[in-house]
T-cell receptor
Framework: NAGVTQTPKFRVLKTGQSMTLLCAQD?????MYWYRQDPGMGLRLIHY???????AKGEVPDGYNVSRLKKQNFLLGLESAAPSQTSVYFC??????????FGPGTRLTVT | AQSVSQHNHHVILSEAASLELGCNYS??????LFWYVQYPGQHLQLLLKYFSGDPLVKGIKGFEAEFIKSKFSFNLRKPSVQWSDTAEYFCAVIPGYSSASKIIFGSGTRLSIRP
């Protein structure tokens, strides 16, 4: 099993550009999550999904949108990137109420 | 708001020293507790977890943690650290009321081991 994979691994955007990050999991988990990791702040939840076709807001949802059209995929979109969105983005999945499994991360820089 | 506190932001130890990293949480009900480790350039991996039962939990690579309910604490310990333990360590909590296994992470403790 590949576990949780993320595409792309690195990306540089200019302010105002848009992009989509893809997360895929092959563990048949119901729950999926998007986090951002910033120095000294740990991981903060952006959006999450409790099943195919569902999404919900986390702690820091502004500026991001998500979709879960298929159970194994969870997409994170930035419609108009801002420098404040420079961060490392991690996707995770879980079979509630158990621990979450994390992907390798996407390093995004917005200039 | 519920929170997880890791008071040590950066810990520097020599090899073979003993380690204890503090973790306190603010939720008073049932909790699921975790320690995750992030080695340089890698993603988070689970070190150990506590759901119920024996409050002393043993994890991978010789790590253990003790859940002390009265102190709202879940401190991570290792009797003798190695250079390969250099990493960032995150304590995390899933409050019992969470219906979606939403984890609340601490801000992390960076551990540096001198060879």
């Amino acid at each position: 099993n590949a576990g949780v994979t993320q595409t792309p691994k690195f990306r540089v955007l200019k302010t105002g550009q848009s992009m989509t990050l893809l997360c895929a999991q092959d563990m048949n988990h119901e729950y999926m999550y998007w986090y951002r990791q910033d120095p000294g702040m740990g991981l903060r939840l952006i959006h999450y999904s409790v099943g195919e076709g569902t999404t919900a807001k986390g702690e820091v949802p502004d500026g991001y949108n998500v979709s879960r059209l298929k159970k194994q995929n969870f997409l994170l979109g930035l419609e108009s990137a801002a420098p404040s969105q420079t961060s490392v983005y991690f996707c995770a999945s879980s079979a509630s109420p158990h621990e979450q499994y994390f992907g390798p991360g996407t390093r995004l820089t917005v200039t | 708001a519920q929170s997880v506190s890791q008071h040590n932001h950066h810990v520097i130890l020599s090899e073979a020293a003993s380690l204890e990293l503090g973790c306190n949480y603010s939720y008073g009900g049932t909790v699921n507790l975790f320690w995750y480790v992030q080695y340089p350039g890698q993603h988070l991996q689970l070190l150990l977890k506590y759901f119920s039962g024996d409050p002393l939990v043993k994890g991978i690579k010789g790590f253990e943690a003790e859940f002390i309910k009265s102190k709202f604490s879940f401190n991570l310990r290792k009797p003798s650290v190695q250079w390969s333990d250099t990493a960032e360590y995150f304590c995390a909590v899933i409050p019992g009321y969470s219906s979606a296994s939403k984890i609340i992470f601490g801000s992390g403790t960076r551990l540096s081991i001198r060879p």
